[in-house]
């Protein structure tokens, strides 16, 4: 259950369009499955539920989100970069390794 | 408005246990898979186990199998984390999480955290 690898951190300025990556293996991210999940996660706060299956927003998040997936690579897209963007971001996929989950290790979100 | 709000949390030695639980309200709880995640200081998030709405099911990672115990009381809404011989390095903020039963990889609603640390 080795944590999936995503940048450390990743910067952009305000009103560009960011990608961050999360890349896993063909036991979880390029499994033959869609569950993929992101999570943003201001400091000092919990966990906010962002993207699920790899590219729908749950209802209330802004379309300035949006997800991808190729191979075992799953990514995350923030575009028109704004202030309150600025968070940790964490992706999260199910494992075939008896019905268990993995997230990554999280990427910091500046934004200049 | 759900609210997930954990407690328990403390300092421990290494080897001694502790209970931790999540108070859910705002959701119908027996909708609800829940897990346990925890995050260690400076780190990204780790799956800890997950509980079926009933109970029944219970799934663990690799490195608690065995010391943790995931448990569930559907009539007082409450998740509990028992943990056993306890380590330095499962010093961690501890969330618990809720997952539609039919989507259990959709960690949907999060609790702030308790912080655990395993210190002599």
């Known amino acids: 259950q080795s944590a999936l690898t995503q940048p450390a951190s990743v910067s952009g300025s305000p009103g560009q369009s960011i990608t961050i990556s999360c890349t896993g293996t063909?036991?979880?991210?390029?499994?033959?499955?869609?569950?993929v999940s992101w999570y943003q996660q201001h400091p000092g706060k919990a966990p906010k539920f962002i993207m699920y299956?790899?590219?729908i927003r749950p209802s209330g998040v802004s379309s300035r989100f949006s997800g991808s997936k190729s191979g075992n690579t799953a990514s995350l897209t923030i575009s028109g970069l704004q202030a309150e963007d600025e968070a940790d971001y964490h992706c999260?996929?199910?494992?075939?390794?008896?019905?268990?989950?993995?997230f990554g290790g999280g990427t910091k979100v500046s934004v200049l | 408005q759900v609210q997930l709000v954990e407690s328990g949390g403390g300092v421990v030695q290494p080897g001694r246990s502790l209970r931790l639980s999540c108070a859910a309200s705002?959701?119908?709880?027996?909708?609800?898979?829940m897990h346990w995640v925890r995050q260690a200081p400076g780190s990204g998030l780790e799956w800890v186990a997950v509980?079926?709405?009933?109970?029944?099911?219970?799934t663990y990672a690799d490195s608690v199998k065995g010391r943790f115990t995931i448990s569930r009381d559907n009539s007082k809404n409450t998740l509990f984390l028992h943990m056993d011989s306890l380590r330095p390095d499962d010093t961690a903020v501890f969330h618990c999480?809720?997952?539609?039963?039919?989507?259990?990889?959709?960690?949907?609603?999060w609790g702030q955290g308790t912080l655990v640390t395993v210190s002599s």
């Open positions: 299956d790899v590219y």
């Open positions: 509980i079926s709405y009933d109970g029944r099911i219970k």
């Open positions: 999260s996929s199910y494992t075939d390794s008896g019905g268990t989950y993995v």
């Open positions: 063909s036991s979880d991210v390029g499994g033959g499955h869609n569950f």
């Open positions: 999480a809720g997952s539609r039963d039919s989507a259990w990889h959709n960690f949907e609603y």
């Open positions: 705002g959701l119908t709880f027996t909708d609800y898979a």
